[in-house]
């Protein structure tokens, strides 16, 4: 086994290529065929696949209704364009508090219930807001979606700066926002908090008897995460100046699901790989065949099965223990 | 043993599949260089649904873009180059996927025109996306009307008509065939309500009344409650505004309480392929028909009618149509205007008359100047259980044949207010 600085050079390594890769996506994005929307779209799944894994992955508890907080992100920058100040700042501000008071409300709700029990309801609370986006006609604009909005040019006071017509300024926005997340994310990963979150994780009643207030570590663990991804939920519809509420739908939740474990949901960046993966893979193969979601569908089956730990999981096994020749 | 010892002692089960499901994946990767792209084709990007509800409608468009792309460039193109069609799948419902994938056809492949979507709200995500980056868009079969109305841009143009239209003109054959009576059988959604409004106000006008009505949830398996009631307020005419599954369990309850016996069942728009799908029994009623194949009087049509026949083995629909004259009229725009300019392409098409091989109607059909809005001749008709003997697809006997201009409403109606770019 190689020996434990080993393993931080080489986490320094994966780090920075993370970063580079990310921070440089527009430039290459077109020479593999890609396009910068594309890059914008990976970051911004990837974000909010890393919030539903803070809460998955870290403390050990599966949601299934993340794109509640998701989609009232979205229609809550959407709307607030729409209806109050036209200001893309403002409007995030908005689509962030909705969101988290929603998980803030609802977690302290639910916690208590565990494993698929909660799965299910946290599906029915985000079914619920579903229902009330697609029925409420007059403000959502129900099944048609919120339309009459775009993204405003962001004013710096100095320079004004268009996001709407130029991509690669709106995906610096979305980089921006991602790595202050993901910086907060790893930071409270690491502090104690964080430790506890592993704890619970790992063993709940052991966590319990140690005296730790497992039912509000949790609770917190679960507003964190929906605030995160309420902030993807915003970036999300910024980036389409559209919302509808397919965003509210459980599918959104289970495709949330699926990138944070074909990525690998022990490993911190694990969701961001996983959110590449389907995002790329959807968008390469549908252009191919008509048939793409059962691709989609046995490559995860694939994972699954073979990667349990997702794609990264896997990596980091072969790296760790290399098979000798 | 470690793992490493493991792994030697032989070529285990999980390696082959491993090893299979890796060159699996490999088919898929990319080839590392790209593709010469043509750089001196026109592209047409089509980002409509090929999968889930609408898969069946996205799929006769794309069959009627396809065919209208080989005559073009058997005619030698546009502007003198080959025309090309790219297409991806917008899925039926997912506004992210038909964004991502317009951005992808504006982004990456440069197209010069965005066509789709079925699904009226992709159809609106997509014009926000065509407007944003100045690409000529046109929307073969999105109804709602917010597109060629309210949130009408300088750049989007339909084919299709407006579900106002389409109620404007079965009302009035409504109201002077069956009486004023009406009462509504409506789905409680988005496009329920519109739709329902729009019906009321095309009747209020011709002195239609509304006796009564219902919202019944989406997915109602049993409307013997709601038929019941219809029947005890003894309208004259009953409007059946569900659609998928809905239109099939309420049409076929409505036959089996017999109500069709003693009062008269319509709604508004109807699609062949909706007909097709219902059990023969329930193909009863009044509708509106965007374009029908079987016009023996209309020049052109049987031609077209053959072509399709012999590329599908089926009759085209109205969706085959809306996809031909989408693509067409890419071509006639840039012939008009010289030019793939978008803001020169959009002038062309204000007030622009399709050809008669292209609009393949009695009275053919325009845009409409400062609202980009196709004005055709629309189909009042009924449905009919089964087609002639040797023509099983005749499940439509068109009975008027409504001239657009008379339901298209005035300009100040549909609210669009059009701003030009500078």
Same mark, same amino acid.
């Given at each position: 086994?190689?020996?434990?600085?080993?393993?931080?050079?080489?986490?320094?390594?994966?780090?920075?290529?993370?970063?580079?890769?990310?921070?440089?996506?527009?430039?290459?994005?077109?020479?593999?065929?890609?396009?910068?929307?594309?890059?914008?779209?990976?970051?911004?799944?990837?974000?909010?696949?890393? +919030?539903?894994?803070?809460?998955?992955? &870290?403390?050990?508890?599966?949601?299934?209704?993340?794109?509640?907080?998701?989609?009232?992100?979205?229609?809550?920058?959407?709307?607030?364009?729409?209806?109050?100040?036209?200001?893309?700042?403002?409007?995030?501000?908005?689509?962030?508090?909705?969101?988290?008071?929603?998980?803030?409300?609802?977690?302290?709700?639910?916690?208590?219930?565990?494993?698929?029990?909660?799965?299910?309801?946290?599906?029915?609370? +985000?079914?619920?807001?579903?229902?009330?986006?697609?029925?409420?006609?007059?403000?959502?604009?129900?099944?048609? #979606?919120?339309?009459?909005?775009?993204?405003?040019?962001?004013?710096?006071?100095?320079?004004?700066?268009?996001?709407?017509?130029?991509?690669?300024? &709106?995906?610096?926005?979305?980089?921006?926002?991602?790595?202050?997340?993901?910086?907060?994310?790893?930071?409270?990963?690491?502090?104690?908090?964080?430790?506890?979150?592993?704890?619970?994780?790992?063993?709940?009643?052991?966590?319990?008897?140690? #005296?730790?207030?497992?039912?509000?570590?949790?609770?917190?663990?679960?507003?964190?995460?929906?605030?995160?991804?309420?902030?993807?939920?915003?970036?999300?519809?910024?980036?389409?100046?559209?919302?509808?509420?397919?965003?509210?739908?459980?599918?959104?939740? #289970?495709?949330?699901?699926?990138?944070?474990?074909?990525? #690998?949901?022990?490993?911190?960046?694990?969701?961001?790989?996983?959110?590449?993966?389907?995002?790329?893979?959807?968008?390469?193969?549908?252009?191919?065949?008509?048939?793409?979601?059962?691709?989609?569908?046995?490559?995860?089956?694939?994972?699954?099965? &073979?990667?349990?730990?997702?794609?990264?999981?896997?990596?980091?096994?072969?790296?760790?223990?290399?098979?000798?020749? | 043993?470690?793992?490493?010892?493991?792994?030697?002692?032989?070529?285990?089960?999980?390696?082959?599949?491993?090893?299979?499901?890796?060159?699996?994946?490999?088919?898929?990767?990319?080839?590392?260089?790209?593709?010469?792209?043509?750089?001196?084709?026109?592209?047409?990007?089509?980002?409509?649904?090929?999968?889930?509800?609408?898969?069946a409608l996205?799929?006769n468009?794309?069959?009627?873009?396809?065919?209208?792309?080989?005559?073009?460039? @058997?005619?030698?193109?546009?502007?003198?180059?080959?025309?090309?069609?790219?297409?991806?799948?917008?899925?039926?419902?997912?506004?992210? /996927?038909?964004?991502?994938?317009?951005?992808?056809?504006?982004?990456?492949?440069?197209?010069?025109? *965005?066509?789709?979507?079925?699904?009226?709200? *992709?159809?609106? @995500?997509?014009?926000?996306?065509?407007?944003?980056?100045?690409?000529?868009?046109?929307?073969?079969g999105?109804?709602?009307?917010?597109?060629?109305?309210?949130?009408?841009?300088?750049?989007?143009?339909?084919?299709?008509?407006?579900?106002?239209?389409?109620?404007?003109?079965?009302?009035?054959?409504?109201?002077?065939?069956?009486?004023?009576?009406?009462?509504?059988? /409506?789905?409680?959604?988005?496009?329920?309500?519109?739709?329902?409004?729009?019906?009321?106000?095309? @009747?209020?006008?011709?002195?239609?009344?509304?006796?009564?009505?219902?919202?019944?949830? *989406?997915?109602?398996?049993?409307?013997?409650?709601?038929?019941?009631?219809?029947?005890?307020?003894?309208?004259?005419?009953?409007?059946?505004?569900?659609a998928?599954?809905?239109?099939?369990?309420?049409?076929?309850?409505?036959?089996?309480?017999? *109500?069709?016996?003693?009062?008269?069942?319509?709604?508004?728009q109807q699609e062949l392929e909706v007909l097709e799908g219902?059990?023969?029994?329930?193909?009863?009623?009044?509708w509106?028909f965007e374009?029908?194949?079987?016009?023996?009087?209309?020049?052109?049509?049987?031609?077209?009618?053959?072509?399709?026949?012999?590329?599908?083995?089926?009759?085209?629909t109205a969706r /085959?149509?809306?996809?031909?004259?989408?693509?067409?009229?890419? @071509?006639?725009?840039?012939?008009?205007?010289?030019?793939?300019?978008?803001?020169?392409?959009?002038?062309?098409?204000?007030?622009?008359?399709?050809?008669?091989?292209?609009?393949?109607?009695?009275?053919?059909?325009?845009?409409?100047?400062?609202?980009?809005?196709?004005?055709?001749?629309?189909?009042?008709?009924?449905?009919?259980?089964?087609?002639?003997?040797?023509?099983?697809?005749?499940?439509f006997?068109?009975?008027?044949?409504?001239?657009?201009?008379?339901?298209?409403?005035?300009?100040?109606?549909?609210?669009?207010?059009?701003?030009?770019?500078?």
């Open positions: 086994m190689p020996s434990l600085s080993a393993i931080k050079v080489g986490r320094r390594i994966a780090n920075a290529a993370v970063w580079l890769a990310l921070a440089t996506m527009p430039y290459w994005m077109k020479a593999v065929g890609g396009y910068t929307e594309l890059g914008t779209e990976v970051v911004v799944l990837g974000l909010t696949a890393m +919030a539903l894994n803070f809460l998955l992955g &870290f403390t050990g508890v599966l949601s299934f209704g993340h794109a509640a907080y998701f989609g009232l992100g979205a229609y809550g920058v959407g709307m607030t364009i729409r209806y109050l100040v036209p200001s893309t700042p403002l409007g995030i501000l908005v689509g962030v508090a909705v969101g988290t008071t929603a998980t803030a409300v609802i977690g302290a709700l639910i916690i208590r219930l565990r494993g698929v029990y909660f799965a299910m309801v946290t599906i029915a609370f +985000a079914q619920v807001f579903y229902f009330v986006a697609f029925r409420w006609n007059s403000v959502t604009g129900g099944d048609d #979606g919120l339309i009459g909005w775009a993204r405003q040019p962001l004013d710096l006071g100095f320079a004004q700066v268009d996001i709407l017509h130029d991509g690669r300024a &709106f995906y610096y926005l979305v980089l921006l926002l991602f790595a202050v997340s993901a910086g907060l994310m790893a930071l409270l990963l690491r502090s104690p908090f964080g430790g506890t979150l592993l704890a619970i994780r790992e063993n709940e009643r052991r966590a319990r008897f140690l #005296g730790i207030p497992v039912e509000f570590h949790m609770w917190l663990s679960f507003v964190i995460s929906g605030l995160f991804a309420s902030l993807g939920g915003t970036l999300y519809a910024l980036l389409n100046n559209f919302v509808d509420p397919h965003v509210l739908h459980w599918n959104m939740s #289970g495709n949330l699901v699926i990138m944070a474990v074909l990525g #690998g949901m022990r490993s911190f960046w694990g969701p961001l790989i996983g959110a590449a993966i389907f995002v790329v893979l959807q968008d390469y193969v549908s252009s191919l065949t008509e048939n793409w979601m059962s691709f989609l569908g046995l490559f995860f089956v694939l994972v699954v099965l &073979f990667f349990p730990r997702g794609v990264l999981g896997a990596a980091r096994g072969v790296a760790r223990f290399p098979a000798k020749s | 043993m470690t793992i490493a010892e493991l792994s030697r002692k032989k070529v285990s089960r999980r390696a082959v599949l491993k090893a299979a499901a890796t060159v699996g994946a490999l088919q898929l990767v990319p080839p590392f260089i790209i593709k010469a792209r043509g750089e001196g084709m026109v592209k047409i990007g089509l980002d409509n649904p090929l999968t889930g509800t609408y898969a996205g799929k468009e794309l069959v009627g873009c396809r065919h209208a792309l080989a005559e073009i460039n @058997a005619k030698g193109g546009i502007l003198g180059r080959k025309a090309e069609l790219r297409v991806e799948d917008s899925t039926s419902g997912d506004a992210g /996927t038909a964004v991502q994938k317009a951005h992808k056809l504006i982004d990456r492949d440069r197209v010069n025109f *965005l066509l789709g979507n079925v699904n009226s709200a *992709l159809a609106q @995500a997509m014009a926000q996306v065509a407007n944003e980056k100045n690409v000529l868009m046109i929307d073969p999105g109804h709602t009307d917010p597109i060629t109305g309210t949130d009408c841009h300088w750049n989007v143009f339909r084919v299709c008509n407006t579900t106002q239209m389409e109620a404007n003109a079965v009302a009035g054959v409504l109201v002077k065939d069956y009486g004023k009576k009406w009462y509504y059988i /409506t789905p409680d959604y988005a496009f329920g309500h519109t739709l329902q409004a729009g019906m009321e106000k095309a @009747a209020a006008k011709l002195g239609g009344v509304k006796v009564g009505g219902d919202l019944t949830p *989406l997915g109602t398996a049993d409307f013997s409650a709601f038929l019941i009631k219809a029947q005890a307020a003894n309208p004259d005419v009953i409007i059946f505004l569900t998928g599954e809905d239109a099939v369990n309420s049409l076929k309850q409505a036959v089996q309480f017999g *109500l069709n016996k003693k009062f008269h069942i319509a709604g508004a219902l059990p023969p029994e329930a193909r009863i009623g009044t509106v374009w029908y194949w079987k016009q023996p009087k209309v020049a052109h049509v049987a031609q077209f009618d053959a072509a399709i026949r012999k590329i599908t083995g089926k009759v085209p /085959t149509w809306f996809g031909y004259a989408a693509t067409w009229t890419c @071509a006639l725009a840039a012939e008009r205007a010289k030019s793939l300019d978008a803001v020169k392409l959009a002038k062309a098409l204000q007030g622009f008359k399709l050809p008669p091989a292209v609009s393949l109607m009695p009275d053919g059909a325009f845009y409409r100047a400062s609202q980009n809005q196709l004005i055709p001749d629309l189909y009042v008709g009924n449905a009919r259980e089964k087609g002639e003997p040797g023509e099983p697809e005749d499940l006997e068109v009975t008027r044949v409504v001239k657009g201009p008379d339901v298209a409403g005035t300009l100040e109606d549909t609210g669009c207010k059009m701003t030009w770019p500078a």
